[in-house]
């Protein structure tokens, strides 16, 4: 049973039980013919204000850490498998909590010797992972979008701990969010990503997949994705709908992500 079907199942099972489960003056940043440039800004990172925002994977430590450190390695031999480097985190709807997954992600990615890894916020709708992660809200993907900045002045060193990974935020939500995912100046973007940044694994943040048309038109794009349910939440109509939409992109697992108020607030499992 591949994952779509399996989290079928597990969101009928949760309808009645909850199941606790497992443009064409776009500048880049790489000169002609010369090596790819670190980001120029660095930032360290609170651990406080990640840790009130649920991002907890930044450090070894807590029960809700742990699960975020076997999604890493279950999606990392996936796409080491297939020599994947393009993560997509999405979900059928809203809220169902694909930011905190995909910072989580890259932070537990992060804490491992020689992987390099790179967080892109490309909800051009909904830009949060400036917030999550206590960023100033400067830069940002769509000024790269419109040529306005670099790559490399968009992108920032983000340091917690001993650990960092390469952060490009997004900044003011776009009422042209659709346009921008399909346009040309994207495609531009992620080939620059692809060759400036080509040793990391790059997990982006993207919108609900049913809200709109940016997924469906920036999937073909990504190697892979990662589905997050929430269970209660997504329904089995959400996720067959979201069958449709997949365009042959590999699901590299589904998260069925869920609030909970038991003590260990941290419920989901991989598929
Ligand atoms: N595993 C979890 N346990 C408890 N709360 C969670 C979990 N994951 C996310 N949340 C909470 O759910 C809310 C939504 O999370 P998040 O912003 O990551 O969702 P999202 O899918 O990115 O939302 P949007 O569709 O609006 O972008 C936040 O308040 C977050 O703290
Ligand atoms: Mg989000």
Same mark, same amino acid.
């Given at each position: 049973?591949?994952?779509?079907?399996?989290?079928i199942?597990?969101?009928?099972g949760?309808s =009645?039980?909850?199941?606790?489960?497992?443009?064409?003056?776009?500048?880049?940043?790489? $000169?002609?013919?010369?090596? $790819?440039?670190?980001? /120029?800004?660095?930032?360290?990172l609170?651990?406080?204000?990640?840790?009130a925002?649920?991002?907890?994977a930044h450090?070894?430590?807590?029960?809700s850490?742990?699960?975020?450190?076997?999604?890493?390695?279950?999606?990392?031999?996936?796409?080491?498998?297939?020599?994947?480097?393009f993560?997509? /985190?999405?979900?059928?709807?809203?809220?169902?909590?694909?930011t905190v =997954?995909?910072?989580?992600l890259a932070?537990?990615?992060?804490?491992?010797p020689?992987?390099? /890894?790179?967080? /892109?916020?490309?909800?051009?709708?909904?830009?949060?992972?400036?917030?999550?992660?206590?960023?100033?809200?400067?830069?940002?993907?769509?000024n790269?979008?419109e040529?306005? =900045?670099?790559?490399?002045?968009?992108?920032?060193q983000a340091?917690v701990?001993?650990?960092?990974?390469?952060?490009?935020?997004?900044?003011? $939500?776009?009422?042209?969010?659709?346009?921008?995912?399909?346009?040309?100046?994207?495609?531009?973007?992620?080939?620059?990503?692809?060759?400036?940044?080509?040793?990391?694994?790059?997990?982006?943040?993207?919108?609900?997949?049913?809200?709109?048309d940016?997924?469906?038109?920036?999937?073909?794009?990504?190697?892979?994705?990662?589905?997050?349910?929430?269970?209660?939440?997504?329904?089995?109509?959400?996720?067959?709908?979201?069958?449709?939409?997949?365009?042959? =992109?590999?699901?590299?697992?589904v998260?069925?992500?869920?609030?909970?108020?038991?003590?260990?607030?941290?419920?989901?499992?991989?598929y």
């Amino acid at each position: 049973m591949d994952s779509i079907k399996q989290a079928i199942e597990l969101a009928r099972g949760a309808s =009645t039980a909850p199941r606790q489960t497992a443009s064409a003056n776009f500048r880049t940043s790489l $000169p002609q013919g010369g090596a $790819p440039e670190a980001p /120029v800004r660095d930032m360290r990172l609170d651990p406080n204000h990640l840790d009130a925002n649920r991002i907890v994977a930044h450090g070894a430590s807590g029960q809700s850490g742990r699960y975020y450190d076997m999604l890493r390695t279950q999606v990392l031999q996936e796409m080491d498998k297939n020599s994947w480097q393009f993560l997509a /985190v999405t979900s059928p709807t809203a809220g169902c909590g694909k930011t905190v =997954t995909a910072c989580n992600l890259a932070m537990s990615i992060a804490r491992l010797p020689e992987r390099p /890894v790179m967080l /892109v916020d490309l909800d051009l709708r909904k830009p949060t992972i400036a917030n999550y992660l206590g960023l100033d809200g400067t830069g940002g993907v769509l000024n790269v979008l419109e040529g306005r =900045t670099s790559l490399s002045s968009a992108a920032l060193q983000a340091r917690v701990g001993p650990n960092s990974l390469v952060v490009l935020p997004g900044s003011v $939500p776009s009422p042209n969010a659709s346009e921008w995912m399909a346009s040309q100046a994207m495609a531009m973007l992620l080939e620059a990503i692809k060759r400036d940044f080509r040793s990391r694994i790059v997990i982006f943040d993207l919108p609900p997949m049913l809200l709109a048309d940016d997924v469906i038109s920036i999937l073909p794009r990504m190697d892979a994705m990662l589905l997050i349910a929430g269970v209660g939440s997504t329904s089995v109509a959400d996720l067959k709908e979201c069958q449709k939409h997949l365009q042959g =992109t590999p699901v590299a697992r589904v998260v069925v992500n869920k609030v909970t108020e038991t003590t260990d607030s941290y419920c989901y499992g991989y598929y």
